[in-house]
């Protein structure tokens, strides 16, 4: 007889009963993020794999690892601003005036956002992001809030994305720049290899809620 348990040894008894033996034999249990799975007590059990172990969430525009027995997908790179005083881990950020990373809100009322202000003449300003890795085939986006209001007629501002030894302006504003936070989004499908990312500005700017993953 069979009761549908690959958890159980079945067989017929001298009653004609469907009789059911718990057994140990290995199985699987679903999830990706334990491994290995074998049958205790009639159920299919697996041992939780380490945190950061590899997974795959079935998603092209993340990375993903393995958290708490759970596969979460993660941006290839992301950074917000809401901090004490320094960038993200492996984010830097560098400006001839202060730079502050609070008292400002950005696109998405985040509490904080990175600012240098254009305190006396040009004040130029670059944010670089980590190197990360886009996989061929991606299907990741680029968006981040920015603040380019004000500032001189000669203003710059642009955004570059650079994979291996080919560099790539995504975002680029010249002169005096409207007010308010401005959200903005790029594919970067056709983009893949070790890649990173620079804001820069020779004048004030704003910038944040940063994210390389699923849109």
């Given at each position: 007889c069979d009761d549908g348990n690959l958890c159980t040894d079945d067989s017929c008894n001298a009653v004609n009963d469907c009789q059911h033996a718990n057994n140990t034999a290995t199985c699987n249990d679903g999830n990706q993020c334990t491994d290995p799975d074998a049958c205790a007590l009639g159920t299919c059990k697996g041992t939780p794999?380490?945190?950061g172990a590899a997974c795959d969430d079935g998603k092209s525009c993340n990375v993903d690892s393995c958290q708490s027995v759970v596969c979460v997908g993660t941006p290839f790179a992301s950074a917000n601003f809401d901090t004490d005083g320094?960038?993200?881990a492996?984010?830097?950020?560098?400006?001839?005036?202060?730079?502050?990373?609070?008292g400002s809100q950005g696109y998405t009322s985040k509490p904080?956002?990175?600012?240098?202000?254009n305190n006396?003449?040009?004040?130029?300003?670059?944010?670089?992001?980590?190197?990360?890795?886009?996989?061929?085939?991606n299907t990741a986006t680029l968006q981040f809030d920015i603040l380019a209001a004000g500032g001189p007629?000669?203003?710059?501002?642009?955004?570059?994305?650079?994979?291996?030894d080919s560099e790539t302006v995504l975002y680029s504003k010249y002169g005096t720049?409207?007010?308010g936070w401005s959200h903005y989004?790029?594919?970067?499908?056709?983009?893949?290899?070790?890649c990173g990312l620079k804001f820069s500005s020779n004048a004030s700017m704003g910038l944040d809620t940063i994210s390389i993953g699923c849109p």
């Open positions: 794999k380490a945190d320094t960038p993200p492996g984010w830097t950020a560098f400006s001839t005036a202060p730079i502050t990373y609070e904080n956002a990175l600012y240098s202000p006396v003449g040009m004040s130029p300003m670059t944010v670089t992001s980590p190197v990360f890795t886009l996989p061929k085939g007629s000669t203003k710059t501002i642009t955004a570059t994305l650079k994979c291996g720049q409207g007010p989004a790029y594919a970067l499908d056709s983009f893949d290899g070790a």
